[in-house]
């Protein structure tokens, strides 16, 4: 509900849509959780949370060529200092999901 309020006002942040495209996984929506997600992508293109949601959402539709994409980008920025030093165990876990996909010999 803050977030449909905030939609009515002003443009969404990054985060907001990150959780509006997770709205749309869990609707199995996962068009729309991609558009979603390169929306915010738009505003905030170094986002590593972003980036690895676009990759599984790539994964879940089975369009393995973005989803490796996507991790690869996802991937390089988790490679620099100051974004490993802020990684939580959440992110962690995504990461490790990013280079699954990247090293998957079916891509």
């Known amino acids: 509900m ?7 006002i002003q443009e969404p942040t990054p985060t ?3 959780q509006l495209s997770k709205a749309a996984v869990m609707a199995k929506d996962l068009n729309l959780a991609r558009s979603i997600i390169q929306k915010a992508l738009e505003s ?5 949370p972003l980036n690895v949601y676009l990759a599984e959402i790539e994964f879940g ?5 973005a989803a490796k994409l996507a991790a690869e ?3 390089e920025l988790a490679s620099k200092p100051q974004l ?5 165990g959440q992110l962690a876990k995504f990461v490790s999901i990013a280079e699954r996909i990247r090293n998957d010999s079916d891509f």
């Open 84 to 88: 490993r030093l802020r990684l939580s």
């Open 61 to 65: 539709i089975g369009n393995m060529k």
């Open 2 to 8: 803050l977030i449909g309020q905030r939609l009515a």
């Open 73 to 75: 980008n996802a991937l």
């Open 16 to 18: 907001e849509l990150g």
């Open 44 to 48: 905030d293109p170094k986002s590593l």
